[in-house]
């Protein structure tokens, strides 16, 4: 097992009429005091940075990402963290997807960014098609009315190495590029809205993939 690092506490107010419970970061700090009453807070639990052995992976994913005209910095940050804790090796990043660069892009990768190989394109479809031509299996994650479920895709419809390939917030990937995969897969919805958040969905379909391919 890690050694046992101290990452922080949550807190408990003292006071009987507040009982605030809340996280507490500042771990140089023996006392501390309530952010809603100004009470003693004391500790009631202490949070270590360590992962046990059996949580962590032993190697990288062969699938490589590409952001097609992904619009939100917060969402590629999030997608980019996401990525370095899947073992994604790199990210194609197209059109007018931010790059790791923007001022604001930190906040949200979460000192994820210098661990992630990264290209950007100016055209994800001529991209696409490159990746293709080199052997790559596109797979597209959008809605579509031919699109298979993600639940019903095994590991002997997916072949190595793998792009999978997310689009646009709002218009979603590119039709072009739909077009030449070899595979268009959704993530089944049981609430009334139509999808997830892009980086959400990334999550989703990117763990799944990898654990039915070991990719």
């Known amino acids: 097992m890690n050694k046992r690092v101290i990452a922080g506490f949550f807190r408990e107010c003292s006071n009987p009429q507040c009982t605030f419970r809340f996280p507490d970061l500042k771990t140089d ?7 809603k009453c100004g009470a003693l807070a004391s500790v009631a639990y202490c949070v270590n940075s360590s992962m046990v052995d059996q949580f962590v992976l032993k190697s990288k994913s062969e699938m490589v990402l590409l952001l097609d005209n992904i619009r939100s910095v917060y969402n590629v940050g999030s997608i980019i963290r996401t990525c370095e804790g899947l073992g994604i090796r790199e990210i194609i990043l197209g059109g007018i ?7 604001r892009m ?8 210098p661990n992630i190989k ?9 991209k696409s098609a490159d990746l293709k031509s080199r052997g790559y299996q596109l797979i597209c994650l959008e809605s579509t009315q ?6 019903s895709v095994d590991g002997n419809d997916l072949r190595n190495p793998v792009c999978l390939v997310v689009g646009n917030e709002n218009l979603g990937v590119d039709p072009g590029i739909q077009a030449i995969s070899d595979l268009v897969v959704a993530i089944p919805m049981a609430g009334e809205k139509e999808s997830f958040n892009v980086s959400v969905a990334f999550g989703i379909a990117a763990f799944y993939l990898i654990q039915i391919a070991r990719i």
Do not use: M, R
Request: hydrophobic residues 30%; negative net charge; charged residues 15%.
């Open 29 to 35: 700090f023996e006392i501390a005091y309530c952010p």
């Open 118 to 126: 990264w290209q950007y394109v100016n055209n994800t479809l001529k």
């Open 97 to 103: 997807t931010p790059t790791p660069d923007h001022p």
């Open 146 to 151: 031919t699109a298979l479920s993600i639940d």
């Open 106 to 113: 930190n906040k949200t990768g979460l000192g994820a960014i």
